[in-house]
């Protein structure tokens, strides 16, 4: 079964800096996808960024960028110049392969972290 | 173009009691994802239904079953509610099982 971690139950930013968020995961697939979702106060889960696992290029969508360590398990979020509007649930999530290829089908996610941007 | 939408908002249930939480795809989505969400925790996987049938399921009880119709809109029923069913219910859609999951604004339940 795959698990994924998010080791940081808080994080706060001042507008206008920069933040990573730090995710983990544990999976014996070598084909699956990875996402970092935005839920605001208003509950409506959003995503924000993908990575191919098959891909070594980090994936960017604007001010925000991972950096994907598949050796190390590894999918961190950074999110640059940071804007009130970040502040949000952000939550890590995988979704593997099974057989018969890779499947967005069943997402994993992690605990979550609160991020707060402070004006 | 509407997207993911879920009906009621907000309901409060007895213990034993059962329901039936409701989700509209977005438009062009064929596929319907259910999850658990209790409260400050990620959501958990109840089950997958495309083509009208339950295609994966995560590790929930019998209690939870689903049901997706010809216009792929789908239900979430569950039966003989527990104090732990309490929780945030979303439903997420996409083209196909394979495809990228958008989600709804989700169905508070609050059993008592």
């Known amino acids: 079964a795959q698990t994924v971690t998010q080791s940081q139950p808080e994080m706060s930013v001042q507008e206008a800096e920069t933040v990573t968020l730090s995710c983990t995961y544990d999976?014996?697939?070598?084909?699956?996808?990875l996402f970092w979702y935005k839920q605001p106060p208003s509950r409506q889960m959003i995503l924000v960024i993908r990575q191919e696992a098959y891909k070594q290029q980090n994936a960017t969508e604007n001010r925000f960028s991972v950096n994907f360590q598949k050796a190390a398990k590894s999918f961190s979020l950074k999110i640059s110049d940071s804007q009130l509007g970040d502040t949000a649930m952000y939550f890590c999530?995988?979704?593997?392969?099974?057989?018969?290829?890779?499947?967005?089908?069943?997402?994993?996610f992690g605990q979550g972290t609160i991020l707060t941007v402070h004006p | 173009d509407a997207g993911v939408t879920q009906s009621p908002t907000h309901l409060i249930k007895t213990r034993g009691q059962q329901v039936t939480l409701r989700c509209s795809p977005k438009?062009?989505?064929?596929?319907v994802s259910w999850y658990q969400q209790a409260l400050g925790q990620g959501p958990q996987f109840i089950f997958q239904?495309?083509?009208?049938?339950?295609?994966q399921r995560g590790n929930f009880p019998d209690r939870f079953s689903g049901h997706q119709f010809p216009n792929y809109s789908s239900e979430l029923n569950v039966n003989a509610l527990l104090l732990g069913d309490s929780a945030l219910y979303l439903c997420a859609s996409s083209l196909d099982y394979r495809g990228e999951q958008y989600f709804g604004p989700g169905t508070r339940l609050t059993v008592t």
């Open positions: 438009s062009g989505h064929d596929t």
């Open positions: 999530a995988f979704a593997g392969g099974n057989a018969g290829g890779t499947s967005y089908g069943k997402l994993t």
């Open positions: 239904y495309y083509e009208e049938e339950e295609r």
């Open positions: 999976t014996s697939e070598n084909n699956y996808y």
